[in-house]
């Protein structure tokens, strides 16, 4: 498959962030997707995260699998290690890749294809383990290079392009994210970036499973009427919890909000995120209650948005299995193998 490479070249105007690189530097191969395809609006959601971030590129690791989905890491962060897998794996290559090297910041993308059906197990043990991640899923609802069959996450009464109703359940990923111990948890809408850029951006500085299931209508196969996941339908049903703004450690905290409306978490590494409530009653630190409210306004067909559920005092694998600090790529033959005695030692302290 044969891509197309943007222009080098930058005009000399153009903005620098702290580590100077400017947005076009976040940018990668000109998007071979259907045009308004929502995905491209997470890839610039993506780039536009990064370069606020003050993000070095080769800091990033990006991976992805099998489908539309998984093309998009082509797209963005040309200058970031990349990874495409077989069809569902990703999150198991993406495992291995965190536990080697813990120093990589890992962005894994799929989508509802890649992660709800052939790649479902995948995806449980992924985040039931806690790994230090982005995990994006794009989620249109069909599969859309093999033209537009049902996928996983499509709604039991939702009609196909040619007529056709669903009629199986929906796989709902927020939901299982949140039963697995995800302690990152939000969706969003491809359409909405001044709700997308900040919550990748408080994704990418959580310590632990961060999770955003992000609708993305396929503008080919699941834009009509009768489909759940087009455009005009989000924007008609889209039931927003929260607005949210995340603060880096190095900005200044301030706020233009009216006292009690607005909630700051505060994360491990001294970033802010400021969650500016539109649910009054809505609490994203209890994970019980949340999945309580995503049922009651799935029930009335309302599509909930927004940062779900947050767990500040998060830990990841590592600190789970008390892993070096030293990422073990780089660590000596005699760091990697201490000998017998210490063998013996660990053997013994299992008995």
Same mark, same amino acid.
């Given at each position: 498959?044969?891509?197309?490479?943007?222009?080098?070249? =930058?005009?000399?105007?153009?903005?620098?962030?702290?580590?100077?690189?400017?947005?076009?530097?976040?940018?990668?191969?000109?998007?071979?997707?259907?045009?308004?395809?929502?995905?491209?609006?997470?890839?610039?959601?993506?780039?536009?995260?990064?370069?606020?971030?003050?993000?070095?590129? =080769?800091?990033?690791?990006?991976?992805?699998?099998?489908?539309?989905?998984?093309?998009?890491?082509?797209?963005?962060?040309?200058?970031?290690?990349?990874?495409?897998?077989? =069809?569902?794996?990703?999150?198991?290559?993406?495992?291995?890749?965190?536990?080697?090297?813990?120093?990589?910041?890992?962005?894994?993308?799929?989508?509802?294809?890649?992660?709800?059906?052939?790649?479902?197990?995948?995806?449980?043990?992924?985040?039931?383990?806690?790994?230090?991640?982005?995990?994006?899923?794009?989620?249109?609802?069909?599969?859309?290079?093999?033209?537009?069959?049902?996928?996983?996450?499509?709604?039991?009464?939702?009609?196909?392009?040619?007529?056709?109703?669903?009629?199986?359940?929906?796989?709902?990923?927020?939901?299982?994210?949140?039963?697995?111990?995800?302690?990152?948890?939000?969706?969003?809408?491809?359409? +909405?970036?001044?709700?997308?850029?900040?919550?990748?951006?408080?994704?990418?500085?959580?310590?632990?499973?961060?999770?955003?299931?992000?609708?993305?209508?396929?503008?080919?196969?699941?834009?009509?009427?009768?489909?759940?996941?087009?455009?005009?339908?989000?924007?008609?049903?889209?039931?927003?919890?929260?607005?949210?703004?995340?603060?880096?450690?190095?900005?200044?905290?301030?706020?233009?909000?009216?006292?009690?409306?607005?909630?700051?978490?505060?994360?491990?590494?001294?970033?802010?995120?400021?969650?500016?409530?539109?649910?009054?009653?809505?609490?994203?630190?209890?994970?019980?209650?949340?999945?309580?409210?995503?049922?009651?306004?799935?029930?009335?067909?309302?599509? !909930?948005?927004?940062?779900?559920?947050? +767990?500040?005092?998060?830990?990841?694998?590592?600190?789970?299995?008390?892993?070096?600090?030293?990422?073990?790529?780089?660590?000596?033959?005699?760091?990697?193998?201490?000998?017998?005695? !210490?063998?013996?030692?660990?053997?013994?302290?299992?008995?």
């Amino acid at each position: 498959m044969t891509y197309l490479a943007k222009p080098k070249l =930058h005009h000399p105007s153009l903005p620098k962030n702290k580590v100077g690189y400017t947005r076009r530097d976040y940018e990668g191969a000109i998007s071979t997707l259907c045009a308004g395809c929502g995905h491209d609006s997470i890839s610039a959601a993506i780039v536009q995260a990064c370069f606020e971030l003050d993000i070095e590129p =080769h800091r990033v690791a990006k991976l992805s699998g099998i489908g539309c989905s998984s093309k998009t890491p082509t797209y963005f962060l040309g200058n970031s290690h990349g990874f495409n897998s077989v =069809h569902g794996r990703m999150p198991s290559v993406l495992t291995g890749a965190n536990l080697a090297n813990r120093d990589l910041l890992y962005l894994g993308v799929s989508g509802d294809g890649d992660s709800a059906s052939i790649g479902i197990g995948q995806f449980v043990h992924c985040i039931r383990r806690g790994v230090n991640m982005v995990y994006i899923v794009e989620n249109n609802g069909v599969y859309g290079l093999t033209k537009g069959q049902f996928s996983a996450t499509a709604d039991r009464g939702s009609k196909s392009k040619r007529g056709a109703v669903n009629a199986d359940s929906a796989v709902d990923m927020v939901a299982l994210a949140l039963q697995l111990g995800a302690t990152y948890v939000a969706r969003s809408f491809s359409g +909405d970036k001044a709700q997308l850029v900040p919550l990748i951006k408080g994704a990418i500085e959580h310590r632990g499973a961060a999770f955003l299931d992000v609708i993305s209508p396929c503008v080919a196969f699941n834009n009509h009427e009768g489909s759940t996941k087009s455009y005009d339908y989000i924007r008609e049903h889209n039931e927003a919890v929260n607005r949210i703004d995340f603060i880096s450690p190095r900005a200044p905290i301030t706020t233009d909000y009216e006292p009690g409306s607005v909630q700051e978490v505060l994360q491990p590494d001294g970033s802010v995120l400021r969650l500016r409530k539109l649910a009054a009653d809505y609490d994203p630190h209890n994970r019980i209650a949340v999945m309580n409210y995503l049922q009651e306004h799935q029930a009335r067909g309302e599509v !909930v948005t927004g940062l779900l559920y947050v +767990d500040p005092e998060a830990h990841d694998l590592h600190a789970h299995l008390n892993t070096v600090a030293a990422p073990l790529n780089q660590l000596d033959e005699a760091a990697l193998c201490p000998g017998s005695k !210490v063998l013996e030692q660990i053997n013994a302290s299992l008995r």
